[in-house]
């Protein structure tokens, strides 16, 4: 870590102010101060080390990393919302993140409102990047320079955003009588082989393979999700 940064007194301040409702943050460069990983949380979440993918540790060992909290005090349902948006806006800048995926991953049978939906009709955008990334290859001096130009001054488009009572009623209408089952992501066999994989293999790795979020084998893995599947 840099010279001055005292991430324990952050840490400390932080922890005072937060510990049961969910935030969305973002990590950025100790040396450059640039944007690399948004996420979702509780507690101490944002300034753990620990369980983050292999591009993460190789962006913190050779950089080090600075925590800023975009959105606090929300619920999950909420919090998996704002770090999709947060994730697809600084995509769609250029700006390259190491999240293994778009976020949103594991949320409790989120269902988006049709207002939304119609929102996304259209948006190519996730078809055309999923499964797809940046790593091993280079932009031009120029691209990094055009994009130094567009982020000078600017700050997250979420941060400080709350959703009204309304959206948050919504949402949670909109689940209102759905069956688990129709919810799932997984079939019982993936389950089966997510559990024979987890003794033997990373985290990251069965996500990747399963095209899920890290978060959902995690869930697996405690047994918070999929619990009657035998």
Not at 76 to 89: K, Y
Request: proline share 2%; glycine share 8%; charged share 30%.
């Amino acid at each position: 870590m840099p010279d001055g940064f005292c991430l324990e007194a952050l840490f400390s301040t932080f922890l005072n102010n937060i510990r049961t409702m969910y935030y969305v943050y973002q990590h950025k460069k100790a040396d450059t101060n640039e944007i690399f990983y948004v996420g979702k949380g509780k507690g101490a979440r944002a300034f753990n080390a620990t369980k983050r993918n292999p591009y993460w540790k190789n962006v913190v060992a050779k950089h080090g990393f600075n925590v800023e909290i975009i959105v606090e005090n929300i619920d999950e349902e909420l919090s998996f919302l704002v770090e999709m948006e947060t994730i697809d806006a600084y995509k769609k800048r250029g700006i390259t993140l190491s999240n293994l995926t778009n976020g949103g991953e594991g949320a409790s049978g989120l269902i988006h409102s049709e207002e939304h939906k119609a929102k996304l009709k259209g948006n190519k955008f996730f078809a055309s990047t999923w499964g797809k990334n940046f790593k091993g290859k280079t932009h031009s001096d120029e691209q990094k320079a055009k994009w130094a130009v567009t982020r000078k001054g600017v700050t997250s488009p979420r941060k400080g955003v709350v959703l009204s009572d309304e959206t948050k009623r919504k949402i949670s209408q909109s689940r209102v009588g759905l069956i688990v089952k129709k919810r799932r992501v997984l079939s019982d066999e993936q389950i089966r082989e997510i559990r024979a994989l987890l003794p033997h293999h990373y985290i990251a790795e069965i996500a990747r393979r399963l095209n899920v979020g890290e978060s959902t084998i995690r869930r697996i893995r405690d047994g918070e999700r999929y619990g009657e599947i035998t």
